[in-house]
């Protein structure tokens, strides 16, 4: 037990130092092969700390060596600033001040509903509370806001063309009022890539392609 305690001791500290020679990004808002790093430090980590069988020494120098690869692709991204955009990737811009792009959401593997949970964890509760959105490399959503964002909660009622029967319920309407909503605007509903209400019966629409509307509609829910 001992000697268990101490491989692990002689680990931990290792472990420190490197992370500390990392610098704050390591602790921070990690880049992709940051994390990749950090999730194999952990695991060369755990190994030799555990089993006894194996050579303190080998589990030390594989946490190096990590550390020395870290330092050569930081070094990469310094001097070549293409580098950068291939091992970190490049912000997508989402919002800009003619709606959602909904061709930067399919590059980032996201959808309508993703993109609206992100605004909400960085404080924007309407689509149209920000001039420009985008997602940064490391995954942060960033935002340029408006001067007065509207104090609502609107909820997502057609999302990529298709309607929510649950939200529609609480807002106290039907699948066909979102269908007739959509018919007076001229568009079919596979076609439209984002409807949201709220208590107040505003609405922003986006047809597939085109710029958003503010419109309204009536609504019966209360929330």
Not at 8 to 34: C, D, H, N, Y
Not at 156 to 168: R, S, V, W
Request: charged share 20%; aromatic share 10%; net charge neutral.
């Amino acid at each position: 037990m001992a000697l268990i305690f101490i491989r692990t001791a002689v680990i931990f500290f290792t472990l420190l130092i490197i992370m500390r020679l990392m610098g704050k990004s390591q602790i921070g808002e990690m880049q992709p092969f940051e994390l990749v790093i950090t999730l194999l430090i952990a695991e060369l980590a755990c190994i030799p700390m555990a089993d006894s069988s194996i050579p303190l020494l080998y589990g030390i120098i594989a946490i190096v060596s990590i550390f020395i690869l870290h330092q050569i692709v930081w070094l990469l991204d310094l001097w070549f600033k293409p580098m950068k955009t291939v091992i970190c990737g490049k912000p997508s811009l989402v919002i800009t001040k003619e709606g959602i792009d909904s061709y930067q959401l399919r590059q980032n593997n996201l959808d309508v509903s993703d993109l609206i949970e992100s605004m909400r964890g960085a404080g924007y509760f309407n689509l149209d509370d920000v001039y420009y959105g985008l997602y940064e490399a490391n995954g942060k959503f960033s935002a340029l806001a408006k001067e007065e964002l509207t104090p609502t909660l609107p909820i997502l009622l057609i999302d990529n063309g298709k309607p929510d029967e649950k939200n529609a319920k609480i807002a106290g309407i039907t699948l066909d009022d979102v269908k007739n909503f959509a018919d007076k605007q001229k568009v079919k509903l596979k076609n439209v890539l984002v409807m949201t209400v709220d208590a107040n019966g505003r609405v922003y629409f986006q047809q597939k392609g085109k710029p958003y509307k503010i419109l309204n509609m009536k609504v019966n829910g209360q929330w």
